[in-house]
């Protein structure tokens, strides 16, 4: 059976916390396929980005895109995770050449921007906490410093053999108006679930069984579902309007030879076909 990822939310019904949980198996494996990062510590950060920024998303901005980027401490050195209201997630790993590592702990940088409705950006950036390097930590530096939102969060991906045997994570989120005592509380419970790892790696990690763990004994109401994978929304119209943007003088060295230009998408890995007609349409509309 094919692996269905999704995200749970969950409300207390004494109106304090909302709960999100998600299941990313599937779209990180899906991402990783696509981008081959080769050391293990660079899986399990893409992996975390991943799932770190659909969680931002299903908090902030469900029914809008939302892309995280995380920038190394070799500025050169980055990775993208890009999400959409209808669960499509696609990242993007990009490492100097000869490169294989992308250390974050000195000028790490993470970068979340997201559309609001009216179609503007809402933008913040957050240094990587110092000494722990880890992706949880800064997401929850951005829902503290550029969405003023109390969260504590988790994100982790079990491996096996260099495989994905599953990720996920969740977010508790202090709802607005209400004392921080409750928090204090919640953040007690939730030190046993700082590294959900431990919990994906015994299978106890579903979004089912987080709501369950991070909710236990309070009554809570469910109060949605949606299911997330991995996707890239590219198209030969997408890829013809990027090349169209380029200089003309490079679109025409990319005519030379007169063969039909075979272009890649760097997220998804899907080949695209340009003909020297369609390329030459580019610079010379059609009247
Ligand atoms: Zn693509």
Known sequence: MVHQDNVLRAITDDGAFRVIAADTTATVRGAL??????????????????????????????????????QGDDPRS????????????????QLPASTKTMPLGERGL??????????????????????????????????QESEQVVTVMAVGCHLAAGEVVAAGGYMVQLLPEVAEGPLMVMTERLKDFEDIVP???????????????????????????????????????????????????????????????EIQCDYCRK?????????????????
Request: net charge negative; proline share 6%.
């Open 33 to 70: 396929a696509a981008q081959k990062p080769e050391a293990l510590e660079l899986v399990r950060t893409f992996a975390d980005l991943l799932t770190g920024a659909i969680l931002v998303r299903e908090s902030m901005a469900p029914d809008n895109r939302l892309q995280a980027i995380l």
């Open 78 to 93: 980055r990775m993208i995770a890009d999400t959409h209201p209808d669960g499509a997630t696609r990242g993007l790993v």
């Open 110 to 143: 993470l970068q979340v921007a997201r559309t609001l409705h009216n179609g503007q950006l809402h933008q913040g950036v957050v240094e990587v906490p110092h000494g722990t390097p880890t992706i949880s930590s800064a997401f929850m530096a951005y829902m």
């Open 199 to 261: 919990l994906l790696a015994r299978g106890a990690a579903s979004p089912e069984a987080l709501l369950a763990e991070t909710l236990y004994g309070m009554p809570h109401t469910k109060v949605g579902d949606r299911t997330v994978r991995f996707g890239c929304h590219c198209s030969p119209e997408r890829l013809a309007g990027s090349l169209a943007s380029l200089p003309r003088a490079d679109i025409e060295s990319l005519m030379e030879g007169g063969k039909t230009l």
């Open 271 to 287: 080949n695209y076909e340009f003909t020297i007609d369609q390329l030459r349409n580019l610079i010379e509309p059609a009247n």
